[in-house]
């Protein structure tokens, strides 16, 4: 009898081992499968963070590129200031001159004017005196 006991004594043994081998298979299977899961998720979280580093590399590169378009477009925005500030002086200058100019024709025009005056008070004279 004892070796009946002995086998039954393997026999729960084995069960209890063939349970823990069940068990510890769908363990190894369940963790597996998680650690797939992971795997995958985090590829995905990989991707996506190289697509997004990708585009803010672009983005950056993008606005270096229309920080020195502005900076072009500033400097000749201040050169065009800088021309038309000449423009203008040059202008003002030009109105000066030609306000004079108009002042010194009023004052020719007079003039003559005045000597058309004289000359034909003087030639009405000269006939007056003549008769």
Known sequence: MSFNLNDALKNRIVVILAIL????????????????????????????????????????????????KIKAKEKEVQELKTTLEGLNKSLVGEQLISQSLKEELQKVTKLKDALEADLKERNEDGKKIKK
Do not use: G, P
Request: hydrophobic share 40%; net charge positive; with cysteine.
């Open 21 to 68: 081998l069940v068990v510890f298979l769908f363990s190894s299977l369940s963790s597996c499968n998680n650690a797939r899961h992971q795997k995958i998720s985090r590829d995905k979280e990989m991707a996506a963070r190289f697509a997004l580093e990708e585009k803010m590399s672009r983005f950056s590169q993008d606005r270096s590129i229309l920080e020195e």
